[in-house]
Each structure stands twice: as structure tokens, then as C-alpha cells.
């Protein structure tokens, strides 16, 4: 599951997106209840970048972690030094001691949408990466600018039409194909109007990818919805 955002594993994302939605909601409840908690804490994460693997950690556990991996001389070992300040952001995040398996490590869960900044990098003489990251505040307008930017690229629609939207461009024409397809088989899809730009959507799909016959195939289907609808107007 953690590997599934960074990949852009979309099948994966798609079919668990329940769960993620349940992860959020569960987040934001502990979240609430540690309200006595709410206090700029300093916390640490190592991550591996060629095997994507990591763990959130404390300071000591991280470095051990880290160290380890400095063995693999094909591995570039990163130790990200993350700054929460709660007072700043209304990011839920949970502290996990009660319920993890691994108390030991005091891990902390942050949802999805956790924004940082890069303040800076260097490299350490223990021969990994040190990148100090700070949580964004709700209000900064650097966010806030890059924020409504995407929405304006992206457009409206619902979670799933955003998402393929986005996949169009990034140039992630397969993994576009696979979210207007589902959504055109989806019965929640079944209106004209939806229909007639899943139709369109996948056709530019198909055209990007050079399958002319299916893009040509779905611009028919989607001027057909069109100018049936016009013609019962």
C-alpha cells in the first residue's frame, strides 16, 4: 500500500480506495482524541530511494536503519528530519505506540494529503542524505498558489475524473486508460453527458498512444451521445 502512490499504481489505489478513505476517517478521530498532543514535535523517517522501502521512525532507530542500508552500494539512503507544528496545520496525524505492532519505533501516521517544504540537504558524514522538511502551514500561499494552479489544470468532475485528468498530464496515458475505463463501465456513469466524455477521454487517450482505430472508434461514440442529445433537445 505504501508503495502504490509513489509507483502510481492506480489499479491498486482504485481498488483500495475504501480503505484509504476509512484510513483517513480513523486518522482524523485519534487525531481528535490526542488533542492533548498538539505540540511541535521533531520526528524522523528513513527511506532507501532505489528499493523505496521505509520506515518512520525515531532518531536512533532511523539512523540504525539508515546505516544499514549505506552497506548496499547501490542504495542512496535518505533521512528525512520532518517539523510539525499543529498550532500551523490542521493535518491530522496519529500517534500509533497503542496500536502498532512495533511500539518500540513510536511511529506517527500522516494522512495522504501531507504537504512539506524542503528546507534543506546535506550530506552527513555517516554517508546518508539528511533532508530537513517542515509541515506547511494552512495558509501558505506558496501551497496556495500551486494548489489552485492544479485544480485549474485538472478541472472538475469527481475524485476518479480529477485523478485521470491529472494521469493526462503527466503523460500517464495507460493509467488514464485504466480510470476512464473503469468509469465507463462504472453504473454510477451512466448519463449522457458522462458517458459522452469518458468516451472522449479515453479516445484522447487512444490517440496519444498511437491506436488511431480506438481513439477514431470513441470520438464516434462520444459525437453520436452528442448529437443525440441535441437532437431530443
Not at 476517517?25 to 492533548?36: A, E, G, L, R, V
Not at 501558505?140 to 485521470?164: A, C, M, Q, W, Y
Amino acid at each position: 500500500m505504501n508503495r502504490a502512490p509513489r509507483s502510481q499504481d492506480i489499479e491498486t489505489i482504485m481498488k483500495r480506495g475504501f480503505f484509504i478513505c476509512a484510513l483517513y476517517q480513523q486518522i482524523s478521530n485519534i487525531y481528535n482524541k490526542q488533542s492533548d498532543r498538539h505540540k511541535e514535535i521533531t520526528v524522523y523517517r528513513r527511506q532507501s530511494m532505489l528499493l523505496d522501502d521505509f520506515d518512520s521512525l525515531d532518531l536512533n532507530v532511523s539512523i540504525q536503519f539508515a546505516v544499514r542500508a549505506v552497506e548496499n552500494p547501490k542504495v542512496n539512503t535518505v533521512l528525512l528530519q520532518m517539523t510539525i507544528d499543529p498550532m500551523k496545520s490542521s493535518v491530522p496525524f496519529a500517534y500509533l505506540e497503542e496500536n502498532s505492532s512495533y511500539k518500540y519505533e513510536n511511529e506517527i501516521l500522516f494522512s495522504m494529503h501531507t504537504v512539506f517544504r524542503i528546507i534543506d540537504v546535506h550530506h552527513t558524514q555517516d554517508q546518508y542524505w539528511l533532508v530537513n522538511l517542515s509541515l506547511t502551514s494552512d495558509n501558505d500561499p506558496t501551497l496556495k498558489v500551486l494548489t489552485d494552479h492544479f485544480r485549474k489544470e485538472i478541472g472538475s468532475g469527481n475524485p476518479l475524473d480529477r485523478l485521470g485528468s491529472l494521469m493526462l498530464k503527466l503523460g500517464e496515458f495507460n493509467q488514464a486508460e485504466e480510470i476512464f475505463g473503469t468509469q465507463l463501465n462504472s453504473k454510477n456513469e451512466k448519463t449522457w453527458c458522462s458517458q459522452a466524455h469518458l468516451n472522449h477521454q479515453l479516445a484522447y487517450v487512444y490517440s496519444h498512444k498511437d491506436e488511431y482505430t480506438a481513439a477514431l472508434s470513441y470520438y464516434k461514440k462520444a459525437l453520436e451521445m452528442e448529437l443525440n442529445y441535441v437532437a431530443e433537445d
